[in-house]
Structure formats: structure tokens, C-alpha cells
């Protein structure tokens, strides 16, 4: 038994066809864990769908009223990049209930996996980037809600910046109040790290702090700023990515203290992706797990991962890639329990 839960259901599977998005990853992974002993059936809890209340923590109610009644235009079907469909819609919602469940689970166990989930690109008003529903910010709103968090922190791995993120916790930023470190200044001091490739931003923090580390020349064409942005020169290898994140983390950490941190674990950073342009190996990939890991539980701060993004050539890779964050979750968080 693992010393934690995943969450995963058989619908998690997206129905969107032949597809770049290989929806067919989260039933892999599942099966592969089991298969190989990492896990066993016990360790998996079934999530249930989010109600539309808690969508509407974060989707504006127009939007969910289009979803839910099959009436997007056809321009906003096409930003979506998934052919849309009212079992999508499901699967959305289900999607979003599974990153509530693993957030409370980390309350619990210091760790928590959603096999799924990390949909980064999806807007109050709008979904893009195969992202209909922000599955990750519906969990802090209903955590936040229910009292059981005040704050959290974003940690966005994906090889595409977290716009949705980013604009959805733009607009709760208390800077002033809870973070009188918080912005450009405190992020000069990384500046001695000048000799790596790559560029930080810093902008708001509030109440939800969100790094995105990511590739600059890639999708989304505008980035909205999160707490801090590490914008990545293409074809970065794992050692300048890991010095980034470990800067990224540090400086985040040192402004803000989170009830919650939500790490989405995206599997497109690998150098053999159809759809990145850095140069991560399967190795780096599962370091950059264990560092993400290891900070959080050296700070005690409970951790829930989501899966996000994953194109490489072969299916297989992106399933490796996301067992190893299990993997690496049990490496960490089994040594004291
Ligand atoms: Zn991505």
C-alpha cells in the first residue's frame, strides 16, 4: 500500500477521437501502477463529478450555461482544440471532483495524485488548449471555501505557461496585505543565478501564489503574469531546469506561505514531445518531481499533484513519466510513515 491515495476513474478518459492529447493516459497509468506493483487497487479512490456550484467558484455562470446546454459558438468550440461533445462536459466535471478529492486527501496524507486533472488553460469565460474546466482552481475555491485552506500555491511544470492560472488568480491578489516582499524586488536576488539561461518574472501574489515555469517560445502566445513566470529558452537539458525550479520554489517559499501546494506534474518539458521545445530526459523529469516533493514535505506543506500535459512520440514515454511522479511521491513521502 502506498502511504497515500490516487484518485482516478475510468471516465477520466476524454472522448475527443484521434487526437495529439492521448486520452487514452490516464487508464495506462492506472493499469501500469498496478501492474508493476508501484500500487495496488487499495491505494485508489474513485472521485465523484464537482456539483456546478463548485464549477461556478471559478467559471463565470454564462460559460457553464453554455457548456452544460451545447451552446459554445462555433469560435469557441475551436479555441477548446477538442471537438466538443456533452460527454466531454462530463468528464470535465469529473475531472475537476478528482482534484477536489486529492486536495483534501493531501490534507490528510501530506500527498495526494489526481491521475488526471492539471487542465491549466481554461478561463473563467472560456476554455482553450484542450482545457474546458480549471480543475485545479476549482479545488482551492472549494477547499478555501469549506475553510479547510486560506492559501496556495501553484506549481506549474508543464511545458506551456498556466495562463488560465494565472488570470483566474490574478484578480484575488492582496499583495499589500500579506506579502510586503512581494514582486520584482524580492525576485532581483535571483539575479545572481544570471548565469543560467532563461528569464524570471515576477508580478501579484495574494491569496493563491502561481509559478509557472515553462517555454518561452511556445503556446500560449500571451502569457498573463503569474506570482512568478520562468520563461525557458527552447531546448533547455534537465540540469539548467532543475537550478530554475529550485530558484523558482525558493524565491515563492520565501514570500508566501501556502496551506496547499498544487503541483501540476506536466510530462511535456521531455525532450521527445510533439508539442515542447525543452530537453528534459525521463530521469529529469522524475528529479524535478522528487525536488518539488522534497521541498514540500521538508516544509510540511501538503502537496496535490495533477497530471496536465503529456505528447511525446510514444504513449508509453508520457505514461513513464507520469508513473515516475508516483514513483517519486512514494520515495519522499513513504520514509516517515
Ligand atoms: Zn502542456
Known amino acids: 500500500m502506498l502511504p497515500f491515495k490516487l484518485v482516478y476513474s475510468d471516465a477520466y478518459y476524454l472522448p475527443i477521437g484521434k487526437h495529439v492529447f492521448p486520452a487514452e493516459k490516464y487508464r ?9 506493483g508501484i500500487a495496488d487497487v487499495g491505494d485508489f479512490l474513485e472521485p465523484k463529478p464537482a456539483t456546478d456550484e463548485d464549477i461556478l467558484l471559478v467559471h463565470k455562470p454564462e460559460y457553464v450555461n453554455k ?10 468550440q475551436m479555441e477548446l482544440e477538442v471537438p466538443f461533445s456533452p460527454e466531454l462536459v462530463q468528464a470535465f466535471w469529473l475531472a475537476a471532483g478528482g482534484s477536489i478529492l486529492a486536495a483534501r486527501q493531501a490534507l490528510t496524507d501530506r500527498v495526494s495524485v489526481n491521475i488526471g486533472g492539471g487542465f491549466h488553460h481554461a478561463f473563467p469565460d472560456h476554455g482553450e488548449g484542450f482545457c474546458m474546466i480549471h480543475d485545479v482552481a476549482v479545488a482551492i475555491r472549494r477547499l ?47 539575479a545572481l543565478n544570471s548565469a543560467l539561461p532563461g528569464k524570471i518574472r515576477g508580478a501579484h501574489a495574494g ?16 502569457k498573463p503574469p503569474s506570482s512568478i513566470d520562468v520563461d525557458l529558452p527552447d531546448g533547455i537539458g534537465d540540469d539548467d531546469y532543475l537550478a530554475w525550479l529550485d530558484n523558482a520554489l ?21 525532450c521527445k514531445d510533439q508539442l ?25 506543506i501538503p502537496v496535490m499533484v495533477t497530471y496536465a500535459g503529456g505528447y511525446a512520440q510514444k504513449v ?22
Open 250 to 270: 525558493s524565491s515563492g517559499l520565501r514570500q508566501f506561505e501556502p496551506d496547499l501546494l498544487c503541483y501540476l506534474a506536466g510530462a511535456d518539458p521531455y
Open 67 to 76: 457548456l452544460k446546454t451545447g451552446t459554445l459558438s462555433l469560435r469557441e
Open 28 to 36: 495506462r497509468v492506472r493499469d501500469r501502477l498496478v501492474a508493476t
Open 207 to 222: 491569496e493563491v501564489f502561481t509559478i509557472s515555469l515553462h517555454q518561452h517560445n511556445n503556446y500560449p502566445m500571451s
Open 316 to 337: 508509453e514515454d508520457t505514461v513513464t513519466i507520469h508513473c515516475n511522479t508516483v514513483v517519486a511521491a512514494k520515495e519522499v513521502f513513504g520514509v516517515t510513515k
Open 144 to 190: 478555501q471555501r469549506d475553510n479547510k485552506i486560506r492559501t496556495a500555491m501553484t506549481v506549474d511544470c508543464d511545458v506551456h505557461q498556466g495562463n488560465g492560472t494565472a488570470a483566474i488568480f490574478a484578480g484575488t491578489r492582496s499583495a499589500s496585505a500579506l506579502l510586503p516582499s512581494a514582486g520584482a524586488l524580492t525576485l532581483d536576488s535571483l
Open 276 to 300: 515542447g521545445g525543452l530537453s528534459l530526459t525521463i530521469e529529469g523529469l522524475k528529479k524535478r518531481d522528487e525536488l518539488v516533493f522534497r521541498i514540500a514535505h521538508a516544509r510540511n
